[in-house]
């Protein structure tokens, strides 16, 4: 599972398109496996626009049903498709109810279902969790898990950087329409992480921001966050809260990817 990254306008949704065949790249090429990917590639691949593109009138199931022929899915395969992922998505009590009187997230959901039913080689989700609420994002979560361990790459973007640090493999942040960075989250905090620490003195330690070395990101009464420039600085900072009364506590802090993401934007 591939998380795609970076603010408004960076390019996200326009490379998807491209991969999808919906744009025309300007430059540069779209290749599976070391070949320009055709026609036939883009059929096998599972694609979820940003903007919802259901017919609203049509039953939830019947629409489903109905994308699923236009892969080529026999009737029984795609009623059979369609009829697990919407118990898989939570939506099975909602199969016969038309597409516009669902709520927006459960317009997502079905819009997931769209993208799942031809059973795809190659997942591309543009923004698949928008709009969902806590519960259903761990309903879709499962669902696209049980995906890519099947074999299934997935690529998806989105803005909710919680979501993609617990559920992705790798990463990719583009910004301005080129990447910036990429690869697996163990090696873009070795490469784009700052050291950060907390310490939890037995006393005030406004102190601490004073000290060499160091870059305070938060203090409260006796524990500080903080930044430093070196292990050294970290281990003297330490040691002068042991001298000034004792320390509570000392740990290291890995960057999340929101900080990681901060840094390589800049």
């Known amino acids: 599972m591939t998380g795609f990254v970076g603010a408004n306008g960076a390019g996200k949704t326009t490379t998807m398109r491209i991969i999808l065949g919906v744009l025309s790249a300007d430059s540069g090429t779209v290749t599976r496996d ?4 055709e026609t036939a590639d883009r059929r096998r691949f599972g694609y979820m626009p940003e903007e919802r593109g259901l017919y609203p009138k049509m039953k939830v199931a019947e629409q489903i049903v109905y994308l699923a022929r236009l892969h080529g899915l026999t ?12 118990d898989q998505l939570g939506l099975g009590e909602r199969a016969d109810t038309t597409v516009e009187s669902l709520s927006l997230g459960n317009q997502q959901r079905a819009q997931i279902a769209a993208a799942l039913v031809h059973e795809p080689e190659i997942l591309v989700l543009d923004e698949p969790f928008s709009g969902l609420d806590p519960i259903a994002v761990e309903t879709v979560q499962g669902v696209l898990t049980e995906r890519a ?3 299934v790459p997935v690529l998806f973007s989105s803005h909710q950087l919680d979501i993609v640090e617990r559920l992705c493999d ?4 583009i910004a301005d329409g080129a990447i910036r960075a990429s690869g697996s989250r163990e090696k873009l905090r070795a490469e784009f992480g700052e050291a950060r620490y907390e310490l939890v003195a037995t006393s005030d330690i406004a102190w601490a921001r004073g000290a060499p070395g160091i ?11 903080f930044r430093a420039d070196s292990a050294d600085a970290a281990q003297n900072l330490l040691r002068a809260a042991l001298e000034r009364g004792g320390v509570a506590r000392f740990t290291p802090q890995e960057p999340s990817l929101a900080q990681i993401f901060h840094e390589v934007i800049q």
Do not use: K
């Not at 070391?34 to 990917?37: A, E, M, N, V, W």
């Open 170 to 173: 790798d990463l990719v942040v």
């Open 149 to 151: 361990a099947r074999g």
């Open 75 to 86: 009737a029984a395969a795609a009623q059979r498709n369609t009829a697990t992922l919407l």
């Open 215 to 225: 870059q305070v990101e938060a203090l409260d009464g006796a524990t500080v966050s």
């Open 34 to 37: 070391g070949r320009p990917l």
